[in-house]
Protein backbone atom coordinates (compact mmCIF):
# COMPACT_ATOMS: atom_id res chain seq x y z
CA UNK A 1 0.00 0.00 0.00
CA UNK A 2 1.40 3.64 -0.15
CA UNK A 3 2.49 5.33 2.54
CA UNK A 4 2.15 8.82 1.01
CA UNK A 5 -0.01 11.34 3.17
CA UNK A 6 -1.61 14.60 1.25
CA UNK A 7 1.24 17.08 2.68
CA UNK A 8 3.57 15.13 0.41
CA UNK A 9 1.40 15.18 -2.68
CA UNK A 10 1.42 18.80 -2.44
CA UNK A 11 -1.72 20.09 -0.31
CA UNK A 12 -1.27 22.97 1.67
CA UNK A 13 -2.51 24.19 5.10
CA UNK A 14 -5.95 25.20 5.19
CA UNK A 15 -6.43 21.67 3.10
CA UNK A 16 -5.18 20.02 4.60
CA UNK A 17 -6.94 21.54 8.01
CA UNK A 18 -10.09 20.45 5.58
CA UNK A 19 -9.08 17.03 4.89
CA UNK A 20 -8.39 16.83 8.80
CA UNK A 21 -12.40 17.93 9.74
CA UNK A 22 -13.26 14.90 7.58
CA UNK A 23 -11.01 12.54 8.85
CA UNK A 24 -8.84 11.41 5.24
CA UNK A 25 -6.00 10.71 6.53
CA UNK A 26 -4.03 8.62 3.61
CA UNK A 27 -5.05 9.32 -0.12
CA UNK A 28 -6.54 6.91 -2.05
CA UNK A 29 -4.63 5.51 -4.74
CA UNK A 30 -6.03 7.73 -8.06
CA UNK A 31 -5.50 10.86 -5.14
CA UNK A 32 -1.75 9.50 -4.76
CA UNK A 33 -1.49 9.39 -8.82
CA UNK A 34 -3.37 12.58 -9.85
CA UNK A 35 -2.96 15.25 -7.02
CA UNK A 36 0.87 15.86 -7.86
CA UNK A 37 0.23 15.95 -11.40
CA UNK A 38 -2.51 18.21 -11.50
CA UNK A 39 -1.10 21.04 -9.09
CA UNK A 40 1.42 21.14 -11.82
CA UNK A 41 -1.22 21.96 -14.64
CA UNK A 42 -1.23 18.92 -16.17
CA UNK A 43 -4.10 17.22 -18.34
CA UNK A 44 -5.71 14.20 -16.93
CA UNK A 45 -7.30 11.00 -18.50
CA UNK A 46 -8.76 9.05 -15.56
CA UNK A 47 -10.49 5.68 -15.60
CA UNK A 48 -12.18 5.29 -12.48
CA UNK A 49 -15.84 5.20 -11.30
CA UNK A 50 -17.22 6.59 -7.89
CA UNK A 51 -16.27 4.70 -5.03
CA UNK A 52 -12.36 5.28 -5.61
CA UNK A 53 -12.41 9.37 -4.28
CA UNK A 54 -11.86 10.36 -7.82
CA UNK A 55 -13.99 13.41 -6.62
CA UNK A 56 -11.56 14.60 -3.53
CA UNK A 57 -8.68 13.63 -6.21
CA UNK A 58 -9.97 16.41 -8.67
CA UNK A 59 -11.45 18.56 -6.00
CA UNK A 60 -8.47 19.50 -4.11
CA UNK A 61 -5.81 20.30 -6.27
CA UNK A 62 -8.73 22.56 -8.75
CA UNK A 63 -9.22 24.29 -5.43
CA UNK A 64 -5.89 24.94 -4.46
CA UNK A 65 -4.55 26.62 -7.83
CA UNK A 66 -7.82 28.75 -7.52
CA UNK A 67 -6.98 29.92 -4.17
CA UNK A 68 -3.15 30.32 -5.18
CA UNK A 69 -4.32 33.00 -7.76
CA UNK A 70 -5.73 35.23 -4.98
CA UNK A 71 -8.30 36.79 -7.92
CA UNK A 72 -11.62 37.60 -6.77
CA UNK A 73 -14.56 35.66 -8.45
CA UNK A 74 -15.82 37.81 -11.45
CA UNK A 75 -19.87 37.99 -11.58
CA UNK A 76 -21.15 35.31 -14.80
CA UNK A 77 -17.37 34.55 -15.46
CA UNK A 78 -15.97 31.21 -13.17
CA UNK A 79 -12.89 29.83 -13.61
CA UNK A 80 -13.50 26.42 -13.02
CA UNK A 81 -16.39 23.98 -14.58
CA UNK A 82 -17.17 20.72 -13.79
CA UNK A 83 -19.47 18.87 -15.87
CA UNK A 84 -21.61 15.58 -14.35
CA UNK A 85 -24.34 14.03 -16.11
CA UNK A 86 -27.03 13.90 -13.18
CA UNK A 87 -28.15 16.52 -10.67
CA UNK A 88 -27.72 14.19 -7.78
CA UNK A 89 -24.23 13.46 -9.14
CA UNK A 90 -23.54 17.68 -9.74
CA UNK A 91 -24.64 18.26 -6.07
CA UNK A 92 -23.00 15.38 -4.61
CA UNK A 93 -19.51 16.97 -6.22
CA UNK A 94 -20.64 20.64 -4.94
CA UNK A 95 -20.70 19.06 -1.75
CA UNK A 96 -16.86 17.95 -1.59
CA UNK A 97 -16.10 21.35 -2.86
CA UNK A 98 -18.18 22.88 0.18
CA UNK A 99 -15.84 20.56 2.74
CA UNK A 100 -12.53 20.88 0.96
CA UNK A 101 -12.54 24.92 0.34
CA UNK A 102 -14.11 25.76 3.95
CA UNK A 103 -10.88 27.25 5.05
CA UNK A 104 -10.90 29.78 1.59
CA UNK A 105 -12.70 32.57 -0.18
CA UNK A 106 -14.11 30.59 -3.27
CA UNK A 107 -17.10 30.60 -4.25
CA UNK A 108 -18.90 28.08 -5.50
CA UNK A 109 -22.04 26.52 -6.75
CA UNK A 110 -24.27 24.51 -8.92
CA UNK A 111 -26.21 24.74 -11.97
CA UNK A 112 -28.69 22.18 -13.07
CA UNK A 113 -32.01 21.64 -14.32
CA UNK A 114 -35.57 20.35 -13.47
CA UNK A 115 -35.50 23.32 -10.53
CA UNK A 116 -36.12 26.95 -11.01
CA UNK A 117 -32.60 28.89 -12.22
CA UNK A 118 -33.40 32.16 -10.81
CA UNK A 119 -31.39 31.32 -7.59
CA UNK A 120 -28.60 29.80 -10.33
CA UNK A 121 -28.24 33.00 -12.26
CA UNK A 122 -28.25 35.20 -8.92
CA UNK A 123 -25.34 33.32 -7.70
CA UNK A 124 -23.72 33.94 -11.31
CA UNK A 125 -24.41 37.69 -10.67
CA UNK A 126 -22.96 37.98 -7.63
CA UNK A 127 -19.52 35.44 -8.88
CA UNK A 128 -18.72 32.06 -8.53
CA UNK A 129 -14.99 30.73 -8.57
CA UNK A 130 -16.27 27.00 -9.48
CA UNK A 131 -19.71 25.94 -11.03
CA UNK A 132 -21.01 21.95 -10.66
CA UNK A 133 -23.29 21.97 -13.75
CA UNK A 134 -25.53 19.48 -15.84
CA UNK A 135 -25.18 20.59 -19.68
CA UNK A 136 -28.88 21.40 -20.49
CA UNK A 137 -29.44 24.16 -18.03
CA UNK A 138 -25.76 25.24 -18.25
CA UNK A 139 -26.39 25.67 -22.06
CA UNK A 140 -29.80 27.22 -21.79
CA UNK A 141 -27.85 29.80 -18.99
CA UNK A 142 -25.10 30.44 -21.76
CA UNK A 143 -27.96 31.01 -24.29
CA UNK A 144 -29.62 33.98 -21.86
CA UNK A 145 -26.07 35.44 -21.27
CA UNK A 146 -25.99 34.83 -17.73
CA UNK A 147 -22.72 33.00 -18.02
CA UNK A 148 -20.06 33.05 -20.00
CA UNK A 149 -17.19 30.40 -19.86
CA UNK A 150 -14.36 32.61 -21.81
CA UNK A 151 -12.51 32.28 -18.54
CA UNK A 152 -13.21 29.28 -17.70
CA UNK A 153 -9.32 27.75 -17.12
CA UNK A 154 -9.73 24.13 -15.53
CA UNK A 155 -12.27 21.93 -16.88
CA UNK A 156 -13.64 18.20 -15.58
CA UNK A 157 -15.39 16.02 -17.03
CA UNK A 158 -17.49 13.94 -14.76
CA UNK A 159 -18.83 10.55 -15.83
CA UNK A 160 -17.64 10.95 -19.13
CA UNK A 161 -18.68 7.63 -20.44
CA UNK A 162 -22.14 8.68 -18.73
CA UNK A 163 -22.60 12.19 -20.04
CA UNK A 164 -22.01 10.25 -23.32
CA UNK A 165 -24.75 7.64 -23.54
CA UNK A 166 -27.07 10.48 -22.19
CA UNK A 167 -26.98 11.85 -25.46
CA UNK A 168 -24.92 15.04 -24.19
CA UNK A 169 -21.76 15.05 -26.99
CA UNK A 170 -23.31 17.52 -28.77
CA UNK A 171 -23.86 19.44 -25.79
CA UNK A 172 -20.58 18.43 -24.26
CA UNK A 173 -18.56 19.92 -27.14
CA UNK A 174 -20.22 22.76 -27.51
CA UNK A 175 -19.47 23.81 -24.11
CA UNK A 176 -16.06 22.34 -24.73
CA UNK A 177 -15.64 25.16 -27.04
CA UNK A 178 -16.93 28.06 -24.97
CA UNK A 179 -14.17 27.37 -22.92
CA UNK A 180 -11.00 28.87 -22.63
CA UNK A 181 -8.05 28.04 -24.86
CA UNK A 182 -5.43 27.27 -22.54
CA UNK A 183 -7.11 25.68 -19.97
CA UNK A 184 -6.37 22.52 -18.26
CA UNK A 185 -8.77 19.51 -18.74
CA UNK A 186 -9.59 16.88 -16.84
CA UNK A 187 -11.90 13.98 -17.94
CA UNK A 188 -12.48 10.97 -15.77
CA UNK A 189 -14.69 7.92 -17.07
CA UNK A 190 -15.29 4.48 -15.60
CA UNK A 191 -15.31 2.54 -18.50
CA UNK A 192 -13.55 4.07 -21.92
CA UNK A 193 -16.00 3.14 -25.10
CA UNK A 194 -14.22 4.43 -28.30
CA UNK A 195 -16.79 7.19 -28.41
CA UNK A 196 -14.99 8.51 -24.71
CA UNK A 197 -11.63 7.93 -26.00
CA UNK A 198 -12.04 10.14 -29.32
CA UNK A 199 -13.56 13.08 -26.89
CA UNK A 200 -10.56 12.30 -25.11
CA UNK A 201 -8.08 12.55 -27.71
CA UNK A 202 -10.13 16.11 -28.74
CA UNK A 203 -10.14 18.09 -25.96
CA UNK A 204 -7.27 16.95 -23.89
CA UNK A 205 -3.65 17.80 -24.08
CA UNK A 206 -0.50 15.26 -23.43
CA UNK A 207 -2.35 13.88 -20.81
CA UNK A 208 -1.42 11.72 -17.65
CA UNK A 209 -3.48 8.79 -17.41
CA UNK A 210 -4.69 7.06 -14.38
CA UNK A 211 -6.15 3.86 -14.35
CA UNK A 212 -8.04 2.37 -11.54
CA UNK A 213 -10.03 -0.23 -12.76
CA UNK A 214 -13.37 -1.59 -11.37
CA UNK A 215 -11.17 -5.01 -11.08
CA UNK A 216 -8.79 -3.58 -8.64
CA UNK A 217 -10.96 -1.00 -6.84
CA UNK A 218 -14.35 -2.39 -5.90
CA UNK A 219 -15.04 -5.65 -7.51
CA UNK A 220 -13.04 -7.59 -5.21
CA UNK A 221 -14.45 -6.37 -1.86
CA UNK A 222 -17.63 -7.26 -3.21
CA UNK A 223 -19.14 -10.75 -2.89
CA UNK A 224 -21.02 -10.81 -5.96
CA UNK A 225 -24.16 -13.60 -6.01
CA UNK A 226 -26.58 -14.87 -8.67
CA UNK A 227 -30.13 -16.45 -8.02
CA UNK A 228 -31.66 -18.43 -10.79
CA UNK A 229 -35.15 -17.74 -10.91
CA UNK A 230 -37.97 -18.67 -12.67
CA UNK A 231 -40.05 -17.03 -14.97
CA UNK A 232 -42.41 -14.40 -12.63
CA UNK A 233 -40.96 -15.27 -9.00
CA UNK A 234 -38.53 -12.06 -8.73
CA UNK A 235 -40.70 -10.10 -6.49
CA UNK A 236 -40.56 -13.02 -3.79
CA UNK A 237 -37.21 -13.42 -4.38
CA UNK A 238 -36.71 -10.00 -3.35
CA UNK A 239 -38.98 -9.71 -0.98
CA UNK A 240 -37.64 -13.26 0.94
CA UNK A 241 -33.64 -11.90 0.68
CA UNK A 242 -34.61 -8.52 2.15
CA UNK A 243 -36.01 -10.32 5.01
CA UNK A 244 -32.86 -12.19 5.82
CA UNK A 245 -31.25 -10.74 8.89
CA UNK A 246 -27.65 -9.59 7.17
CA UNK A 247 -29.32 -6.95 5.15
CA UNK A 248 -29.11 -4.01 6.70
CA UNK A 249 -29.40 -0.85 3.62
CA UNK A 250 -29.96 -2.30 0.13
CA UNK A 251 -30.38 -0.63 -3.41
CA UNK A 252 -32.72 -2.64 -5.49
CA UNK A 253 -32.11 -1.52 -9.76
CA UNK A 254 -34.65 -1.99 -12.25
CA UNK A 255 -34.47 -1.57 -15.86
CA UNK A 256 -37.21 1.05 -16.33
CA UNK A 257 -39.07 3.10 -14.27
CA UNK A 258 -42.11 1.90 -14.17
CA UNK A 259 -40.49 -1.39 -12.79
CA UNK A 260 -39.01 0.67 -10.16
CA UNK A 261 -42.31 1.91 -8.91
CA UNK A 262 -44.29 -1.66 -9.25
CA UNK A 263 -41.36 -2.95 -7.15
CA UNK A 264 -41.44 -0.87 -4.77
CA UNK A 265 -45.41 -0.59 -4.44
CA UNK A 266 -45.01 -4.22 -4.19
CA UNK A 267 -42.38 -4.51 -1.24
CA UNK A 268 -44.50 -1.48 0.70
CA UNK A 269 -47.63 -4.12 0.64
CA UNK A 270 -44.68 -6.98 1.87
CA UNK A 271 -44.05 -4.37 4.77
CA UNK A 272 -40.97 -3.26 3.62
CA UNK A 273 -40.07 0.78 3.49
CA UNK A 274 -38.74 1.55 0.48
CA UNK A 275 -37.74 4.91 -1.74
CA UNK A 276 -37.96 5.13 -5.26
CA UNK A 277 -35.71 7.37 -7.08
CA UNK A 278 -35.88 7.71 -11.13
CA UNK A 279 -35.56 9.99 -13.87
CA UNK A 280 -39.35 10.49 -13.96
CA UNK A 281 -39.27 11.95 -10.44
CA UNK A 282 -38.97 16.00 -9.63
CA UNK A 283 -35.38 16.93 -7.79
CA UNK A 284 -37.45 17.37 -4.84
CA UNK A 285 -38.87 14.03 -4.91
CA UNK A 286 -35.32 12.67 -5.84
CA UNK A 287 -33.49 14.39 -2.96
CA UNK A 288 -36.14 13.09 -0.41
CA UNK A 289 -36.00 9.59 -1.24
CA UNK A 290 -32.31 9.90 -1.45
CA UNK A 291 -32.55 11.49 2.24
CA UNK A 292 -35.01 9.13 3.63
CA UNK A 293 -32.61 6.24 2.50
CA UNK A 294 -30.41 8.16 3.79
CA UNK A 295 -31.14 9.14 7.37
CA UNK A 296 -32.86 5.07 8.30
CA UNK A 297 -36.27 5.95 7.45
CA UNK A 298 -36.46 3.37 4.65
CA UNK A 299 -33.77 1.49 4.25
CA UNK A 300 -34.35 0.37 1.01
CA UNK A 301 -33.81 2.16 -2.38
CA UNK A 302 -35.14 0.94 -5.88
CA UNK A 303 -33.78 2.74 -8.15
CA UNK A 304 -33.10 3.07 -12.13
CA UNK A 305 -29.22 3.60 -13.61
CA UNK A 306 -29.41 6.61 -14.72
CA UNK A 307 -30.89 7.96 -11.21
CA UNK A 308 -28.08 5.97 -8.76
CA UNK A 309 -25.24 6.95 -10.94
CA UNK A 310 -23.06 8.36 -8.48
CA UNK A 311 -24.81 7.81 -5.64
CA UNK A 312 -22.43 8.37 -2.62
CA UNK A 313 -24.07 6.74 0.67
CA UNK A 314 -22.20 4.81 3.15
CA UNK A 315 -23.07 1.80 4.28
CA UNK A 316 -25.35 -0.11 1.65
CA UNK A 317 -25.27 -3.80 2.85
CA UNK A 318 -26.51 -4.95 -0.35
CA UNK A 319 -27.51 -4.19 -3.81
CA UNK A 320 -29.60 -6.23 -5.79
CA UNK A 321 -29.97 -6.55 -9.45
CA UNK A 322 -33.77 -6.91 -9.65
CA UNK A 323 -32.96 -7.35 -13.96
CA UNK A 324 -29.48 -6.83 -15.38
CA UNK A 325 -28.82 -4.04 -16.65
CA UNK A 326 -28.96 -3.80 -21.00
CA UNK A 327 -24.87 -2.92 -20.99
CA UNK A 328 -22.25 -5.38 -18.58
CA UNK A 329 -20.74 -1.52 -17.49
CA UNK A 330 -23.56 -0.67 -15.31
CA UNK A 331 -23.59 -3.69 -13.63
CA UNK A 332 -20.08 -2.80 -12.19
CA UNK A 333 -21.54 0.69 -11.45
CA UNK A 334 -24.29 -0.90 -9.87
CA UNK A 335 -22.38 -3.10 -7.56
CA UNK A 336 -20.14 -0.10 -6.54
CA UNK A 337 -23.02 0.90 -4.56
CA UNK A 338 -21.89 -1.56 -1.85
CA UNK A 339 -18.46 -2.12 -0.93
CA UNK A 340 -17.29 1.70 -1.15
CA UNK A 341 -14.02 3.12 0.36
CA UNK A 342 -12.91 -0.44 1.47
CA UNK A 343 -16.32 -1.77 3.31
CA UNK A 344 -17.53 -5.04 2.44
CA UNK A 345 -20.54 -5.57 0.51
CA UNK A 346 -22.62 -7.92 -0.88
CA UNK A 347 -24.65 -8.09 -4.43
CA UNK A 348 -27.23 -9.93 -5.59
CA UNK A 349 -28.64 -10.76 -9.38
CA UNK A 350 -31.66 -12.32 -10.11
CA UNK A 351 -31.77 -13.95 -13.49
CA UNK A 352 -34.44 -15.07 -14.95
CA UNK A 353 -33.92 -17.36 -18.15
CA UNK A 354 -34.16 -14.80 -20.53
CA UNK A 355 -31.49 -13.04 -18.83
CA UNK A 356 -28.92 -15.87 -18.81
CA UNK A 357 -27.11 -14.11 -22.27
CA UNK A 358 -26.83 -10.79 -20.38
CA UNK A 359 -25.42 -13.03 -17.28
CA UNK A 360 -22.80 -14.18 -19.57
CA UNK A 361 -21.78 -10.25 -21.13
CA UNK A 362 -21.18 -9.11 -17.35
CA UNK A 363 -18.99 -12.51 -16.85
CA UNK A 364 -17.18 -11.57 -19.80
CA UNK A 365 -16.91 -8.06 -18.53
CA UNK A 366 -15.68 -8.96 -15.01
CA UNK A 367 -13.80 -12.07 -15.84
CA UNK A 368 -15.17 -13.73 -13.51
CA UNK A 369 -18.36 -15.96 -12.31
CA UNK A 370 -20.71 -14.59 -9.87
CA UNK A 371 -21.14 -17.34 -7.19
CA UNK A 372 -24.64 -19.15 -7.98
CA UNK A 373 -26.83 -19.53 -4.81
CA UNK A 374 -30.34 -21.68 -4.61
CA UNK A 375 -32.78 -18.67 -2.34
CA UNK A 376 -36.04 -20.96 -0.97
CA UNK A 377 -38.62 -18.83 -0.44
CA UNK A 378 -41.43 -19.38 1.75
CA UNK A 379 -45.13 -20.30 0.31
CA UNK A 380 -47.54 -17.81 0.52
CA UNK A 381 -50.39 -19.97 2.60
CA UNK A 382 -50.32 -19.93 6.34
CA UNK A 383 -50.43 -23.88 6.24
CA UNK A 384 -47.60 -24.02 3.78
CA UNK A 385 -45.63 -21.96 6.08
CA UNK A 386 -45.56 -23.65 8.88
CA UNK A 387 -43.94 -26.22 6.66
CA UNK A 388 -41.12 -24.10 5.12
CA UNK A 389 -40.92 -22.99 8.77
CA UNK A 390 -40.34 -26.21 9.84
CA UNK A 391 -38.01 -27.14 6.53
CA UNK A 392 -35.72 -24.36 7.41
CA UNK A 393 -35.42 -25.10 11.21
CA UNK A 394 -34.18 -28.68 9.37
CA UNK A 395 -31.68 -26.61 6.84
CA UNK A 396 -30.53 -24.40 9.50
CA UNK A 397 -29.89 -27.66 11.79
CA UNK A 398 -28.11 -29.58 8.67
CA UNK A 399 -25.99 -26.47 8.20
CA UNK A 400 -24.81 -26.47 11.86
CA UNK A 401 -24.05 -30.22 11.66
CA UNK A 402 -22.13 -30.40 8.82
CA UNK A 403 -20.83 -26.39 8.63
CA UNK A 404 -22.48 -25.44 5.50
CA UNK A 405 -25.15 -23.00 4.63
CA UNK A 406 -26.18 -23.10 0.51
CA UNK A 407 -28.53 -20.39 1.05
CA UNK A 408 -26.32 -18.41 2.61
CA UNK A 409 -22.80 -16.59 2.38
CA UNK A 410 -20.48 -19.50 -0.15
CA UNK A 411 -16.99 -18.28 0.42
CA UNK A 412 -16.17 -18.30 -2.91
CA UNK A 413 -17.39 -22.03 -3.95
CA UNK A 414 -19.55 -22.32 -6.82
CA UNK A 415 -23.21 -24.06 -5.47
CA UNK A 416 -25.14 -25.40 -8.58
CA UNK A 417 -28.28 -24.56 -7.95
CA UNK A 418 -30.24 -28.09 -8.86
CA UNK A 419 -31.78 -26.95 -12.12
CA UNK A 420 -35.34 -27.54 -12.91
CA UNK A 421 -35.85 -30.14 -9.80
CA UNK A 422 -34.61 -27.95 -7.15
CA UNK A 423 -36.84 -24.63 -8.71
CA UNK A 424 -39.22 -27.01 -8.84
CA UNK A 425 -39.05 -27.86 -5.53
CA UNK A 426 -38.32 -23.90 -4.12
CA UNK A 427 -41.21 -22.77 -6.05
CA UNK A 428 -44.13 -24.97 -6.41
CA UNK A 429 -45.54 -23.47 -3.17
CA UNK A 430 -45.71 -20.74 -4.80
CA UNK A 431 -47.10 -21.78 -7.79
CA UNK A 432 -49.75 -23.70 -6.01
CA UNK A 433 -50.54 -20.05 -3.73
CA UNK A 434 -50.44 -18.28 -7.04
CA UNK A 435 -53.15 -20.64 -8.43
CA UNK A 436 -55.59 -20.57 -5.84
CA UNK A 437 -55.31 -16.86 -5.42
CA UNK A 438 -56.33 -17.01 -9.28
CA UNK A 439 -59.23 -19.45 -8.64
CA UNK A 440 -60.14 -16.63 -6.14
CA UNK A 441 -59.89 -14.13 -8.26
CA UNK A 442 -62.14 -15.88 -11.13
P1 LIG B 1 -15.76 9.30 -4.79
O1 LIG B 1 -15.06 8.27 -5.62
O2 LIG B 1 -15.22 10.64 -4.99
O3 LIG B 1 -17.25 9.22 -5.00
O4 LIG B 1 -15.51 8.96 -3.24
C1 LIG B 1 -15.98 7.81 -2.63
C2 LIG B 1 -16.03 7.90 -1.12
O5 LIG B 1 -14.74 7.80 -0.55
C3 LIG B 1 -16.63 9.16 -0.60
O6 LIG B 1 -17.57 8.80 0.40
C4 LIG B 1 -15.50 9.93 0.03
O7 LIG B 1 -15.97 10.66 1.12
C5 LIG B 1 -14.57 8.82 0.44
N1 LIG B 1 -13.12 9.22 0.37
C6 LIG B 1 -12.53 9.86 -0.65
N2 LIG B 1 -11.21 10.02 -0.40
C7 LIG B 1 -10.98 9.46 0.81
C8 LIG B 1 -9.79 9.31 1.63
N3 LIG B 1 -8.60 9.73 1.22
N4 LIG B 1 -9.94 8.69 2.81
C9 LIG B 1 -11.15 8.24 3.22
N5 LIG B 1 -12.28 8.35 2.50
C10 LIG B 1 -12.21 8.94 1.31
Known sequence: MN????????????????????????????????????????????????????????????????DDEKSPAKPKRPRALILAPTRELALQIHGEFTVFGRYTKLRHSF????????????????????????????????????????????????EADRLLDMGFVHDVKRIVSQTSQD??????????????????????????????????????????????????????????????????????????KHGANRVARKLENAGIVAETIHGNKSQNARQ???????????????????????????????????????????????????????????????????ERSRLRAVERLIKHSPVEVVVKIPPRDPAETAVYEESRENRRAASSRDGSDNSNRSGGQRIRSSGRSSSNQSYGGQRRSRRRRGQRAA
Open 183 to 256: RQTLLFSATMPKAVSLLARDILNDPIRVDVSPEEMTLKEIDQRVVMVGNGDKQRVLEHLLHGDEVSRAIVFTRT
Open 288 to 354: RALQNFKNGDAWVLVATDIAARGIDIDNVSHVINYELPHEPESYVHRIGRTGRAGATGVAYSLVDPS
Open 3 to 66: QTNFESLGIGGKFLRALKDVGYIQPTPIQAQAIPHLLQGKDLLGVAQTGTGKTAAFALPLLQRL
Open 111 to 158: IFGGVGQNPQVKALARGLDVVVATPGRLLDLAAQRHIDLSEVSILVLD
